[in-house]
């Protein structure tokens, strides 16, 4: 079974430069900690350099999971990012914010193949009937690691170890989390130590193949290796409605938790940064909520009630169309609405996690074999919407008291979330595509003593 935590967890890490930039903190009575008193200019291209490298290596990551593995390029990626978390105040202090800019850039290109390679391997180890579940686990680690070090940054910063210590806490966690992956996880089934042989038969009696065969007929291991069918992805159908759900999907998610604290504040007058439970609660709540989801797709799995395709559908409209009715709610809320406003915040952020078994999981529907790359294209996509949503509430929102500006974001982004599903719904598809399993052209050669099958050509 893989269980990925996203440990080192770079939301929080922002929220907590915006946090604590610019506050002399005196700890001991006798002396100051070492801050920054960086401008909203310095502090914006800070926080945006990381999304800079981690879009770009999105679809790259998807290739290299594909031809070296999920397990190797996820451990680089993540124990490099974990050490260079762990250099951040040391590089703050020797370059100022052009050394923590070149650093976030770097480790964004490392970040860049979290999901590309999650998605890999659990096309490579979830049974058909496990991935909704094995899918949920992986990624709720991510909600899981911002909610926890929401709650304890402000404790750590204000122990003897300062604000640096919320990215040594952070960093060695990656880095442990590192060893236990490198000793224990493995690229496939076949590879695995730790699994009886009843278990991997289990997991690689699959209808869909995989893009790797354990073993050639001479007992020699060979791998197979697909060339990826570009042209066929890139006029599939099935394919860009999974991309226009992950993005617009992104659009919303990303307003939602970049905007919404300033929304709070400027309109309402509440100021959930300056409170660690509540602005960890979103993220509790949509880590409880993916399990709860999880619950309903087991039972409907159990009994039959749902196929597949109506399956994905219905917890894609779950995650996109209850949060979009959210939305429209949320731009009527007034300073007598608080309480309202939370418990909005709370459903909208939360019935996101429907979507874990709604489009999430549709690139490996569509094909196994080339899981990880349609991830990173999607994946890629989606993130250049979360560097295009904040631009676009900064250039509507001229008066940040003004809820009427603050309207036409959120109805422009519950447009968003009902595009993207009623076209996910309409034109999606949910069984393997004919260009998931390429015919190999099979030329056999002498080599010493036995022959080696080589995959020389492939044909669609």
Same mark, same amino acid.
């Given at each position: 079974?893989?269980?990925? %935590?996203?440990?080192?967890?770079?939301?929080?890490?922002?929220?907590?430069?915006? +946090?604590?930039?610019?506050?002399?903190?005196?700890?001991?009575?006798?002396? /100051?900690?070492?801050?920054?008193?960086?401008?909203?200019?310095?502090?914006?291209?800070?926080?945006?350099?990381?999304?800079?490298?981690?879009?770009? *290596?999105?679809?790259?990551?998807?290739?290299?999971a594909?031809?070296?593995?999920?397990?190797?390029?996820?451990?680089?990626?993540?124990?490099?990012?974990?050490?260079?978390?762990?250099?951040?105040? %040391?590089?703050?202090?020797?370059?100022?914010w052009?050394?923590?800019?070149?650093?976030? =850039?770097?480790?964004?290109?490392?970040? @860049?193949?979290?999901?590309?390679?999650?998605?890999?391997?659990?096309?490579?180890?979830a049974?058909?009937?496990?991935?909704?579940?094995? @899918?949920?686990?992986?990624?709720?680690?991510?909600?899981?690691?911002?909610?926890?070090?929401?709650?304890?940054?402000?404790e750590?910063?204000?122990?003897?170890?300062?604000?640096?210590?919320?990215?040594?806490?952070?960093?060695?966690?990656?880095?442990?989390?590192?060893?236990?992956?490198?000793?224990?996880?493995?690229?496939?089934?076949?590879?695995?130590? /730790?699994?009886?042989?009843?278990?991997?038969?289990?997991?690689?009696?699959?209808? !869909?193949?995989?893009?790797?065969?354990?073993k050639?007929?001479?007992?020699?291991? +060979?791998?197979?290796?697909?060339? +990826?069918?570009?042209?066929?992805?890139?006029?599939?159908?099935?394919?860009?409605?999974?991309?226009?759900?992950?993005? *617009?999907?992104?659009? @919303?998610?990303?307003?939602?938790?970049?905007?919404?604290?300033?929304?709070?504040?400027?309109?309402?007058?509440?100021?959930i940064?300056?409170?660690?439970?509540?602005s960890?609660?979103?993220?509790?709540?949509?880590?409880?909520?993916?399990?709860?989801?999880? /619950?309903?797709?087991? !039972?409907?799995?159990?009994? &039959?009630?749902?196929?597949?395709?109506?399956?994905?559908?219905? %917890?894609?409209?779950?995650?996109?169309?209850?949060?979009?009715?959210?939305l429209?709610?949320m731009?009527?809320?007034?300073?007598?609405?608080?309480?309202?406003?939370i418990?909005?915040?709370?459903?909208?952020?939360?019935?996101?996690?429907?979507?874990? =078994?709604?489009?999430?999981?549709?690139?490996?529907?569509?094909?196994?074999?080339?899981?990880?790359?349609?991830?990173?294209? *999607?994946?890629?996509?989606?993130?250049?919407?979360?560097?295009?949503?904040?631009?676009?509430?900064g250039?509507?929102?001229?008066?940040?008291?003004?809820?009427? &500006?603050?309207?036409?974001?959120?109805?422009?982004?519950?447009? %968003? /979330?009902?595009?993207?599903?009623?076209?996910?719904?309409?034109?999606?598809?949910?069984?393997?595509?004919?260009?998931n399993?390429?015919?190999?052209?099979?030329?056999?050669?002498?080599?010493?003593?036995?022959?080696?099958?080589?995959y020389?050509?492939?044909?669609?």
């Amino acid at each position: 079974m893989l269980i990925l %935590f996203d440990i080192p967890c770079y939301q929080t890490i922002d929220y907590n430069l915006q +946090t604590f930039q610019g506050k002399v903190i005196n700890f001991d009575g006798s002396s /100051f900690m070492c801050v920054y008193l960086w401008d909203e200019k310095t502090k914006s291209i800070v926080l945006s350099s990381f999304f800079w490298g981690y879009v770009v *290596t999105q679809i790259p990551s998807g290739q290299l999971a594909q031809k070296y593995g999920g397990q190797r390029i996820l451990f680089w990626g993540i124990s490099i990012c974990s050490i260079l978390s762990v250099l951040t105040p %040391f590089c703050a202090k020797i370059g100022g914010w052009p050394f923590v800019c070149a650093l976030r =850039l770097v480790q964004g290109l490392c970040q @860049g193949s979290v999901f590309p390679c999650t998605h890999n391997l659990i096309s490579k180890w979830a049974p058909i009937k496990e991935r909704g579940k094995l @899918g949920t686990i992986s990624y709720s680690g991510s909600q899981l690691g911002t909610a926890l070090m929401l709650c304890v940054s402000g404790e750590i910063a204000s122990s003897f170890m300062g604000w640096p210590g919320i990215f040594y806490m952070s960093g060695g966690a990656g880095c442990v989390w590192g060893l236990l992956w490198y000793f224990f996880a493995s690229n496939s089934p076949s590879e695995s130590r /730790f699994i009886s042989e009843e278990e991997r038969l289990y997991i690689e009696m699959l209808p !869909v193949p995989s893009a790797e065969s354990p073993k050639d007929t001479n007992e020699e291991e +060979t791998k197979r290796k697909l060339p +990826t069918p570009w042209l066929h992805i890139l006029t599939s159908v099935p394919f860009y409605c999974c991309m226009l759900a992950h993005a *617009t999907n992104t659009w @919303g998610y990303y307003t939602l938790l970049t905007q919404i604290p300033t929304y709070l504040k400027s309109i309402l007058g509440m100021d959930i940064k300056k409170n660690a439970l509540l602005s960890s609660l979103p993220y509790w709540v949509m880590l409880m909520l993916s399990y709860f989801f999880l /619950f309903i797709s087991e !039972v409907l799995r159990r009994t &039959q009630c749902m196929s597949l395709s109506v399956s994905r559908k219905f %917890f894609n409209t779950v995650g996109h169309w209850i949060p979009m009715l959210g939305l429209i709610a949320m731009g009527y809320m007034t300073k007598e609405n608080e309480t309202l406003a939370i418990a909005l915040l709370m459903m909208i952020v939360g019935m996101n996690a429907a979507c874990y =078994l709604g489009f999430h999981l549709n690139h490996i529907d569509l094909s196994s074999n080339f899981a990880g790359t349609l991830m990173g294209m *999607t994946n890629c996509a989606a993130n250049l919407m979360s560097i295009m949503a904040p631009l676009a509430v900064g250039f509507i929102v001229t008066d940040e008291k003004n809820p009427e &500006q603050w309207k036409i974001i959120f109805f422009i982004t519950a447009g %968003f /979330f009902f595009i993207g599903n009623l076209m996910f719904i309409s034109f999606g598809k949910f069984e393997t595509q004919y260009w998931n399993d390429p015919k190999p052209v099979i030329v056999k050669r002498a080599n010493n003593r036995s022959q080696n099958s080589v995959y020389m050509d492939t044909v669609h």
